[in-house]
C-alpha cells in the first residue's frame, strides 16, 4: 500500500506558537522524514 502525505503550515498558526513549540513540531516533523513507514524507505517513482 502506497500513501500520500501532505503537509500545510498555516502562517498565522505557526507564528502564535512558542519558540518551544515551534521546535517540538519541528523535530515530529524531521522524524517523520526520517522514517515515514518504518522500514527507513521513501519510494520516488517516475515523474509522470
Known amino acids: 500500500m ?3 502525505v ?3 503550515a498555516d502562517p498565522a ?3 502564535a506558537l512558542t519558540t ?3 521546535a517540538e513540531v519541528f523535530h515530529r516533523r524531521e522524524a517523520f522524514h526520517q522514517d ?3 522500514t527507513g524507505e ?3 517513482g ?3
Open 13 to 15: 498558526a505557526t507564528e
Open 36 to 38: 515515514p513507514d518504518g
Open 46 to 48: 517516475p515523474r509522470t
Open 20 to 22: 518551544a513549540e515551534r
Open 2 to 4: 502506497k500513501d500520500l
Open 6 to 8: 501532505l503537509m500545510y
Open 42 to 44: 521513501m519510494l520516488n
